[in-house]
């Protein structure tokens, strides 16, 4: 009775250790007597018992390995050091389980071997200057190389490059002198603008003074013109006045029925006042004249009668 329970616990184990479930992103590979059965993906699936056995179990996402730094020397004879990331994902189970004993091993060895070929054709400063080109060419030689493992390298980067101290040393001298030269550019080009902006604000300075003084000198003129004109206008107005006068002068002694004698004897007092002391030399018509001549006997007439 008790060996009955026993080999029925026994069939259950064995019947439990049949029944797998393969979760995802994941491939078992079965092996059958030793020999390669077939490759189960997700699902529950049921193997033989005692004939069959997983052999592996093989993970499908991407996956990422760190390499530690590897020693490489550049064209021109500088050691440096070097650390990879590799990044890569199983393809083909199978090939992953029987194509390389140890996969990540030979991808270490693949990546340091490679990273030497590609150094080895560069100088140092192609080596700083050139990380995208050398990722693309480590990329394309593991991919190739590790077809046939059942595995694709998606990508390979360059984690650190570490030259010499020597060389460290030298690298931060030059950065350092390089910034010291860009400090003196920026130095310069800022005096360059600041006095070109101070030139170019004294040139709008003296055009604006030229322009205030051209305005100013035009205004002047204006103003002296305006000034010169009233004047004339004021001494055309006493003209008129004067003319207006001497006109009304002469109307009011024709209204008054002055003869002629009087008309001539006004004319004479005209001279006169032309005259005042002004010019030595009068020519005067000879009608005035002759009323001039009339008025002088007229006058000795009166003072001898007045002697008398």
Partial sequence: MILGIVLIIILLLILASCLKIVPQAHAYVIERLGAYQGTWSVGFHIKMPIIDKVAKKVILKEQVVDFAPQPVITKDNVTMRIDTVVFYQITDPKLYCYG????????????????RNIIGDLELDETLTSREIINAKMRSTLDEATDPWGIKVNRVELKNIIPPSAIQDAMEKQMKAERERRESILIAEGEKRSAILKAEGHKESVILQAEADKQSAILHAEAVKE???????????AILKIQQANADGIKFIREAGADSAVLQLKSLEAFAKAADGKSTKIIIPSDIQGIAGLATSIAEVVKEADTK
């Fill in 100 to 115: 390389v004993q140890n996969p990540i091993m030979a991808i270490e060895n693949l990546t340091a071997t490679t990273l």
């Fill in 227 to 237: 000034a010169k004109i009233r004047e004339a206008e004021g001494e055309a107005q």
